[in-house]
């Protein structure tokens, strides 16, 4: 059956979605995942003052493309009025919908009543999902996790009543604030959440999936409606094709060669000068290259040469020996 998000959004039969993620999910990744069979993808999440003060960071986060859709736009922040008018200024943007992080444990966001903080106080969270429900014509999401921390996981109080004012898919991360990354992700409460027969709207799982195997698993194992990856698609995006593919057919694709690698992440580093400029491009790529070849024996030499490189030339003439070098050895 298909899993749709409001009237409009139809991402078929079990989605996978990209997680938001702060210096990783902008328009060059999720290029490179898109690339790969994603069905649905965020922006990094935007703070809702930064759009009010009109802060350029916070606005060129708001670039989406047509190729990219169904997108959403994921805001967060503390106050009511300014998440309201938030989700204002995002849905000029016209993105496919808004998502609100009640997710981030970071100091900063979730110390400062954003993020996560809101599992502290249900009643504001409820107000503020509502107040950007009403502010839009679009659907509202949501991104959570179980709970504050292990004496007050309410994750499925969350669900119910935000579903009551409206918003139209929830995804759960499987741990709580306390927990920021640590131990495992436990999806228990999200099966739970799933199999409360109040609850219609789709409910995604987040948290620990880097495998086919895990995810044909958990899938199983925790009833979801689809399935949210995001650090296991830094540096490999295959993961939604590898899965996909898995879904589809029953069979295991083999992982990328090195041309492969070297190919998307050409295209990551095309798209980042893209985007950003030559000189942010050529910088802000340089936390990938460890990630596209990972596993390459003595890639630290490689790397070196590839955090050093100014010009686009010289870095794809790397990227170039790196396939000539690796290629050969494999064959
Ligand atoms: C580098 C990084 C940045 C993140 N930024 C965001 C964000 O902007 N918004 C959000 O809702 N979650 C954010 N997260 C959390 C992820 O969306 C996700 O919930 C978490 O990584 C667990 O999923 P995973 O195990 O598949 O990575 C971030 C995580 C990482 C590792």
């Known amino acids: 059956m298909s899993v749709k998000i409001g009237e409009h959004i139809d991402l078929g039969e079990f989605p996978l979605l990209l997680a938001p993620m702060e210096d990783v999910s902008d328009p060059p990744f999720r290029f490179v995942c898109k690339q790969n069979g994603v069905d649905m993808m965020y922006t990094e999440f935007i703070s809702s003052e ?35 008018q938030s989700s204002e200024i ?19 966001v979730a110390c400062r009543g954003a993020g996560a903080s809101l599992l502290q106080d249900i009643d504001k969270m409820v107000a503020m999902t509502k107040a950007v429900v009403e502010a839009t014509h679009l659907p509202v999401t949501v991104k959570t996790r179980l709970g ?9 109080e969350v669900a119910e009543r935000l579903q009551d004012i409206g918003i139209k898919a929830l995804s759960i991360h499987g741990r709580t604030r ?49 399935i949210m990856i995001g650090r296991a698609s830094i540096g490999y995006p295959w993961i939604f094709r590898e899965v996909k593919h898995f879904f589809a057919t029953g ?8 041309a492969e690698r070297v190919e998307v992440c050409r295209t990551h580093l095309t798209k980042s000068i893209e985007w950003k400029g030559d000189k942010t491009g050529i910088f802000e790529m340089r936390r990938h290259y460890a990630n596209y070849f990972k596993g390459i024996p003595n890639f630290k030499e490689y790397r070196m040469k590839l955090v050093e490189l100014m010009q686009f030339d010289d870095i794809i003439e790397v990227l170039e020996e790196i396939k000539h070098n690796f290629t050969e050895e494999v064959a």
């Open 178 to 226: 306390a927990q920021m990354y640590k131990g495992q992700a436990d999806w228990s409460m999200i099966r739970d959440v799933k199999r409360n027969p109040r609850v219609k709207i789709p409910i995604f799982g987040n948290g620990d999936v880097d495998s086919v195997e895990k995810a044909a698993a958990w899938r199983q194992e925790y009833e979801v409606d689809g």
């Open 50 to 84: 930064g759009l009010i003060r009109d802060a350029a960071k916070s606005r060129q986060k708001l670039d989406i493309f047509e190729y990219e859709r169904p997108i959403g736009i994921q805001i967060f922040g503390s106050d009511i009025e300014h998440m309201r």
């Open 251 to 258: 069979e295991r694709l083999e992982g990328p060669t090195i």
């Open 148 to 156: 504050w921390d292990d004496s007050t996981k309410n994750v499925y």
């Open 90 to 108: 995002c849905s000029a943007a016209n993105p496919d919908l808004i998502d609100i992080n009640y997710g981030c444990p970071v100091k900063n």
